[in-house]
């Protein structure tokens, strides 16, 4: 995650970009797994710049965010999830920030250039929490990486670029956050998997196919112990895994979502005969999922889960290592 700041420089490569003078979607439990990872990675390789990450998070306050009251924990681990809090719990939160944790990359014709509003370009006086609205995952991470790298950014702006990134390189590493796709039956896309249904093992009841990327496989292949699944997914950090995830960018992370979107995700459920082809979702207000309309739900099989799991758990280790 924190590898996002120093792109092929290595762990000590971020020290550099939080010093001024030298010059982080997933559900709560991904987010908040992704961020101890990377704890756990600076605790090793860079214990000073874990001193500075945090000693910046301990100014945080509910009021970080212009016009906002949202409050989470000073840890990392907590910090990871604030983005979601603010798009969730504030109306001009939502507003500004809620096109900026997915990029839409379209399942049948990758276009980057579309899903990202055509790379809106910040002013000399903006300032990245607040613009572009009309933007994408992979703008932001690089919008705010440059504001943590300028020593003319402000103490609060830095503040604020951290804690979106802590965010963001975690929901670009989650498949479906990199990819929609058109039913060609009926014509209507689906939201990066919101508007598909899935029914596993007994399951009786829809699930959406991105609620289950977000939340179910993370409980299914880590359980619920956040700390032990940071302790756990360490084994896949290896010293090569580790060389070679440090590498990138972040169109170049959110590619490899994509790929992995249609190999794992979709794969395996879209090409499968659906079970039911009328089912309305509910948004959580209780009336239908406007987005939606009918949608088709499929009943995917353990292997299914199988492969998905080993795909959540790498995912989770490559952004807590980026």
Not at 104 to 125: A, M, N, Q, V
Not at 303 to 321: D, F, H, P, R, T
Request: aromatic content about 8%.
């Amino acid at each position: 995650m924190l590898r996002a700041f120093a792109r092929a420089g290595g762990t000590l490569g971020v020290l550099a970009l939080l010093w001024p003078s030298m010059s982080f979607a997933w559900g709560d439990e991904g987010h908040r797994i992704v961020a101890l990872v990377a704890a756990k990675i600076l605790s090793t390789d860079s214990p000073e710049t874990l001193q500075k990450l945090n000693s910046i998070l301990a100014t945080d306050s509910p009021a970080a965010w212009p016009g906002a009251n949202v409050s989470v924990g000073h840890d990392i681990a907590s910090e990871a999830t604030w983005a979601d809090l603010l798009r969730e719990n504030n109306g001009k939160g939502k507003e500004v920030t809620e096109l900026w944790h997915f990029v839409d990359i379209d399942y049948d014709k990758p276009d980057l250039d579309k899903p990202c509003f055509g790379h809106p370009t910040l002013s000399d006086t903006d300032v990245a929490s607040q613009k572009p609205v009309q933007d994408c995952v992979i703008d932001k991470i690089d919008q705010f990486e440059n504001e943590l790298k300028n020593p003319q950014t402000s103490a609060a702006e830095k503040l604020l670029a951290l804690k979106f990134v802590l965010h963001f390189v975690g929901d670009i590493h989650q498949p479906l956050h990199a990819a929609t796709r058109t039913d060609p039956d009926v014509q209507h896309e689906d939201f990066g998997g919101n508007c598909v249904g899935i029914l596993h093992g007994a399951a009786r009841d829809p699930e959406r196919l991105h609620s289950y990327w977000d939340t179910t496989l993370v409980m299914a292949a880590l359980g619920k112990d956040e700390n032990q699944a940071a302790v756990s997914l360490m084994s896949l950090v290896t010293p090569d895994s580790n060389q070679q995830w440090s590498k990138g960018t972040p169109e170049e992370w959110a590619q490899e979502s994509y790929r992995l979107a249609k190999s794992s995700a979709y794969a395996g459920v879209i090409d499968t005969a659906p079970v039911q082809t009328d089912f309305v979702f509910k948004e959580f207000g209780g009336g239908p999922d406007k987005r939606c309309g009918p949608s088709k739900v499929y009943r995917i099989d353990p292997s299914y889960n199988q492969q998905a799991i080993k795909v959540v758990k790498e995912q989770l280790a490559k952004a807590g290592v980026r």
